[in-house]
């Protein structure tokens, strides 16, 4: 019995005794748990309101033109603005010497850029600590499935490595604007500054496909560029110099008596003063006239053959001029290629039609349905519904509305946004054109859309290397490629290294689509019964057949400039076709109605 007991209670501290143990184990482990330093992202120094004055706001990574206009919205706002120089390879190895590895090759070359910038300043004499109390850089930030939401984290990485902790890293979110992405009232957005901003990004635009269109065709050489050099300066200094609309400036005295004292109507009335201002005051007129003029004075020969190459791909690939996409375009160029690029506008009617989509959506779901018999529980609905969705559509509608205006002051010859509509339709059969990351179904329906309207003779589609959106569509393509045979796309991923590889493979597929350029203009000048040198000759007797914006009518089923400049010249020695007259300010309505519609038929003469 004794014995059975003494067992008993042995038993019982043993359990005593690992129960203990077991708790003292526990509490070590919550103590070393304790001891370790989470990572918290870092709070970041604001920039105030009061550092306007001194602070300068870093940015790039655009094409020359938008920056330059960017700048000047900047500046017109108060605020000190400078452009990072375009980055270049030993920005990129910078970048990959203090950033983490596998990353995108936007983040390498802006953040090595940003670097290689910022030891420049150290250099000119200036403490570090100066350069982080006297300098903030502004880039764009995002979320989603693709290293682009990494951006922000792996730009202070860098820096941090880089001896620079505590610069700060402005972000324009594309999903919240500026206001709700910085936070801060240093950066603040206004009327004004939206429109000039706006401003920036659209006449960036124009320009832009302007330069492509008129630069390989221009008979004396770099006149475009030395004309673009002249004109971009001065459309940033008017925005930068012009009066800023008040109603009390403008509106006759009555009005503005009675506006005393009703600050809301003073202030819609304001706000509506301010917007018709930038977009049809007589000095934004003047300004795009003054440019008008001017590139419209460059003499260009659109006899020469040249394929037609449309580029696409990931936004900072496609959009950027320097080492980043190994000067692709400029290489295109000197190989005899007509470059069709990207505009930003595309992006941000996408950026709509996603939002715009997504509200559709998840109508059931944001807006729950009422009892079947309450009818003005439904009514109410589909009013917050409507109105909700209307907000996108204002944007899409306004911004497509302004983008054709400022086309048309500017010549005529600029192409109009694509419709993101039919992008989707494109798309939809081979790609879900709600899955996000990068340009979504675009890079697919891009292909699909100038293949179809034979708007180019050859796709060019440049990406990050490793880059995930860009690789799920490049899978896609090869199901495209059968269904389409005769398309010619070519994917190209950009690196810091592979320069000679891409430029190699470019020139390959470039030779096909030469061909095409070729074989179709020698088709279109044999339909005209005439001679290339009486073609010629009829060219030089008749002067304003030289111009860039004279408006060539356009031809279904006919890529090339070249090709439908033939057609055109034929039907004018034939008595088939009058001359068109050289623009003005509503240039051209035609060709941007008709060329770019959905229909590859309309318009033809």
């Known amino acids: 019995m004794s014995t059975e007991l003494r067992t008993r209670e042995q038993i019982e501290r043993e359990i005593v005794r690992q129960v203990e143990a077991e708790r003292a184990r526990l509490q070590e482990h919550l103590e070393r748990r304790r001891a370790v330093a989470h990572f918290r992202r870092p709070v970041e120094r604001p920039f105030t309101a009061a ?31 400078e452009i990072l120089p375009v980055a270049d390879v030993a920005a990129f190895q910078l970048g990959k010497e203090y950033g983490n590895n596998g990353q995108c090759n936007p983040t390498y070359f802006t953040v090595g850029q940003l670097i290689k910038y910022l030891r420049h300043l150290e250099s000119t004499g200036l403490s ?73 990004l659209t006449v960036g635009d124009v320009l832009n496909d302007l330069t492509y269109q008129i630069r390989p065709f221009e008979v004396q050489e770099r006149e475009t560029d030395r004309v673009m050099a002249e004109v971009v300066p001065e459309l940033t200094r008017a925005m930068r110099e012009r009066t800023v609309y008040e109603i009390e400036n403008r509106a006759p005295a009555w009005l503005v008596e009675r506006l005393r004292g009703r600050r809301m109507l003073r202030n819609t009335l304001n706000t509506l003063g301010k917007i018709r201002d930038h977009l049809y005051g007589p000095h934004t007129v003047e300004a795009l006239s003054a440019a008008r003029e001017r ?61 715009t989509v997504n509200r559709i959506r998840r109508k059931a779901i944001d807006h729950p349905a009422p009892p079947w018999w309450d009818v003005r529980g439904w009514l109410a609905r589909e009013l917050r519904f409507r109105s909700r969705l209307a907000y996108f559509q204002m944007g899409n509608w306004f911004w497509n ?39 979504g179904h675009m890079e697919v329906a891009k292909n699909i859309y100038y293949t179809v309207h034979r708007k180019a003779h050859m796709v060019l589609s440049l990406k990050p290397f490793g880059c995930m959106p860009s690789s799920q569509s490049d899978g896609v393509q090869a199901a495209v490629m059968n269904h389409f045979k005769d398309m010619i796309f070519l994917p190209i991923e950009t690196s810091g290294e592979g320069e000679i590889n891409a430029h190699s493979r470019v020139q390959m597929a470039l030779g096909e689509a ?88 309309e318009g033809a003469p």
């Open 51 to 81: 550092e306007r004055g001194r602070v300068t706001i870093l940015f790039g990574g655009l094409t020359a033109k938008h920056e330059a206009l960017v700048k000047g919205a900047f500046q017109a706002a108060g605020y000190k603005t």
């Open 295 to 355: 590139i419209g004075a460059i003499d260009v020969d659109r006899l020469r053959v040249k394929p037609l190459v449309k580029i696409t791909g990931e936004f900072w690939a496609q959009t950027t001029e320097g080492d980043g996409n190994f000067r692709m375009f400029s290489f295109l160029e000197r190989e005899g290629a007509q470059v069709m690029v990207e505009p930003i506008g595309t992006w941000v009617m996408y950026v709509l039609w996603v939002a």
């Open 128 to 200: 570090r600590q100066e350069i982080i109390d006297s300098y903030v850089f502004f880039t764009a930030g995002s979320c989603g499935p693709c290293r682009f939401g990494m951006y922000e984290a792996e730009y202070r990485l860098a820096l941090h490595n880089a001896g620079f902790d505590g610069f700060r890293v402005l972000l324009f979110q594309q999903t919240d604007g500026i206001r709700a992405a910085t936070g801060e009232p240093g950066l603040k957005f206004t009327v004004d500054f939206g429109m000039n901003a706006f401003s920036a």
């Open 514 to 601: 030469k061909a095409k350029a070729r074989a179709e203009f020698a088709q279109a000048l044999a339909s005209t019964g005439r001679s290339l040198n009486d073609v010629r000759r009829f060219i030089d007797a008749h002067p304003v057949l030289r111009r860039p914006f004279y408006c060539v009518p356009p031809r279904a089923g006919v890529t090339g400039t070249a090709a439908q400049f033939v057609l055109h010249v034929g039907d004018l020695m034939a008595g088939r076709a009058r001359f068109s007259p050289l623009p003005g300010p509503a240039a051209c309505s035609r060709r941007t109605a008709s060329v770019w519609s959905s229909a590859p038929d």
């Open 401 to 439: 509305h302004q983008y054709r205006h400022l086309i048309r002051h500017l010549g005529g010859l600029a192409h109009p946004l694509v419709s993101l509509d039919e992008l989707a339709a494109l798309a939809a059969p081979y790609y879900n054109v709600l899955a996000r990351g990068g340009e």
